[in-house]
């Protein structure tokens, strides 16, 4: 396989040397970086030596705790992430001039998203794209689509990034959830520690903002558990309270709603790509198919239980 040559000054870089050395940039350690690239910390020591040998240059102070960039290592790093911006630019056009329905196209979602609305689905989808492979990411995190890392993302997002485009569906609602035993089990108004939320990012505080405006302001926070899959299991399990989005909750064959107020709304629907890949056939034959699916679960999404 044949790399590209990265040239600062008329002296020319093997690109892996250059992307070695963004790796150990970013984390810090030699073996931090090799674990990332999925090869032997001796490797990367030598890709680094040739690359400070091709420069003439040291690109870092080699410490017991790490290795902290010169200021020739910090030039490199300026002018290496301009060059991959530009790579990364040029194969988003490339991928965007695409206009046949083959081809690969990567999805980021939330985990409940794809077990719970678009698992069903993906036959029917894969049965009228039959070329088209799909790769579905379950995260949380606003993968960079700029950078490829995903053609599409289904995102919950009041303010998405500007440089991406799409369309906004609607907002989705959270309720509070538990066992019915668990609910039947415990005095919430005289003896609310006795019972527990089960938290999702709250080590700072046992009675969370998220927690104040419910009938359980005085019910602590327990524990940091951030899959709804895992909060799911343990709720059933009668292990406490849970605030989840009511399409993942309203599913659940063992969970009730443990409050009679209207769920609350939260962050928008949006499905999103970046502005070169819009029209690229594939891309839109996606974004179509899931606008489908989750107006087809408006009434999921929104908690309008159907009786």
């Not at 289904?154 to 959830?177: C, E, H, W």
């Not at 066992?179 to 527990?196: Q, T």
Request: charged share 25%; glycine share 4%; proline share 6%.
């Amino acid at each position: 396989m044949l790399f590209p040559r990265f040239s600062i000054s008329n002296r020319f870089m093997d690109w892996e040397d250059v992307k070695t050395f963004r790796e150990v940039m970013a984390a810090g350690t030699v073996r931090a970086a090799a674990k990332v690239l999925k090869v032997h910390h001796s490797t990367v020591s030598r890709r680094i030596e040739q690359l400070e040998r091709s420069l003439d240059a040291a690109l870092f102070e080699r410490r017991p705790e790490g290795y902290f960039p010169t200021q020739a290592g910090e030039e490199l790093a300026r002018a290496a992430g301009q060059f991959n911006d530009d790579l990364v630019t040029v194969e988003r056009q490339i991928v965007g001039r695409d206009n046949q329905l083959s081809g690969s196209i990567k999805v980021t979602m939330a985990e409940p998203f794809a077990t719970t609305l678009f698992a069903p689905h993906l036959a029917e989808f894969c049965e009228e794209y039959p070329r088209l492979e799909l790769e579905i990411i379950t995260s949380y995190d606003l993968l960079d689509v700029a950078r490829r890392e995903a053609d599409v993302a289904i995102r919950m997002d009041n303010n998405p990034p500007q440089t991406l485009v799409g369309k906004r569906l609607f907002a989705y609602t959270t309720s509070i959830y538990a066992h019915p035993d668990y609910l039947a089990g415990h005095d919430f108004v005289n003896h609310p520690d006795e019972a527990r939320w089960l938290g999702w990012n709250d080590r700072e505080s046992r009675y969370p903002d998220w927690t104040q405006d419910t009938e359980f302001a005085r019910v602590p926070v327990w524990g940091n558990f951030e899959s709804i899959a895992l909060q799911l299991e343990m709720a059933a399990r009668k292990m406490g309270l849970i605030a989840v989005p009511c399409m993942a909750g309203d599913s659940h064959p063992d969970l009730v709603r443990a409050t009679e107020r209207v769920p609350t709304p939260s962050r928008d629907i949006w499905i999103l790509t970046h502005d070169d890949l819009r029209n690229t056939a594939r891309v839109r034959a996606f974004m179509e198919f899931a606008e489908k699916v989750l107006r087809e679960h408006k009434q999921q999404l929104t908690g309008q239980l159907v009786p």
